[in-house]
C-alpha cells in the first residue's frame, strides 16, 4: 500500500520538492505573495472558514477549541469540496496545505489536516 502524505505549511515558507501537490486552503489570496510564484498547484478556497467564523476566530488562542469545532462543523457541509480534495491526496499521494496565518499552532490548516486523517481512516 502507498502512503499517503497531507502536510501542513505557510505558504511564505520556501517551495521545496518534497511539498508534493501544493493547495492553499484560506479564502483570501496571502499578502505579498504572486500567484506567478507561489508554486501552487490548487486554491480550494471553499475549504477554508466561513468568513464570519474566521473573524471571529481572529487567531484568538482562547478561543482555539471553539474555532476547531465550528470549523469541522463547517467541513462536514463540504461535501463536495471534501471529495475532491480527498481525491486529490489519493491521487498525489504526498500533498502539502498551504495556509498564510502567522500563528503556527491556531490556524485552519491544523484542524482541516485532523479532519482529513479521519476521513482517509
Known amino acids: 500500500?502507498?502512503?499517503?502524505?497531507?502536510?501542513?505549511?505557510?505558504?511564505?515558507?520556501?517551495?521545496?520538492?518534497?511539498?508534493?501537490?501544493?493547495?492553499?486552503?484560506?479564502?483570501?489570496?496571502p499578502r505579498?505573495?504572486?500567484k506567478e510564484t507561489a508554486g501552487?498547484?490548487?486554491?480550494?478556497?471553499?475549504?477554508?472558514?466561513?468568513?464570519?467564523l474566521r473573524k471571529w476566530f481572529n487567531h484568538d488562542p482562547e478561543k482555539w477549541a471553539a474555532f476547531g469545532e465550528a470549523y469541522q462543523e463547517e467541513l462536514k457541509h463540504q461535501k463536495e469540496a471534501i471529495k475532491q480534495l480527498l481525491d486529490a491526496?489519493?491521487?498525489?499521494?504526498?500533498?502539502?496545505?498551504?495556509?498564510?496565518a502567522k500563528d503556527e499552532k491556531?490556524?485552519?490548516?491544523?484542524?482541516?489536516?485532523?479532519?482529513?486523517q479521519s476521513q482517509l481512516k
Open 1 to 29: 500500500m502507498t502512503k499517503i502524505s497531507v502536510s501542513i505549511k505557510r505558504v511564505y515558507e520556501p517551495i521545496d520538492d518534497k511539498d508534493g501537490y501544493r493547495i492553499l486552503i484560506d479564502r483570501l489570496w
Open 40 to 52: 501552487l498547484d490548487a486554491w480550494m478556497k471553499e475549504l477554508a472558514p466561513s468568513t464570519s
Open 32 to 34: 505579498g505573495i504572486k
Open 106 to 116: 491556531h490556524n485552519q490548516a491544523l484542524v482541516l489536516q485532523k479532519y482529513l
Open 89 to 100: 491526496i489519493k491521487k498525489h499521494k504526498i500533498v502539502t496545505l498551504l495556509y498564510g
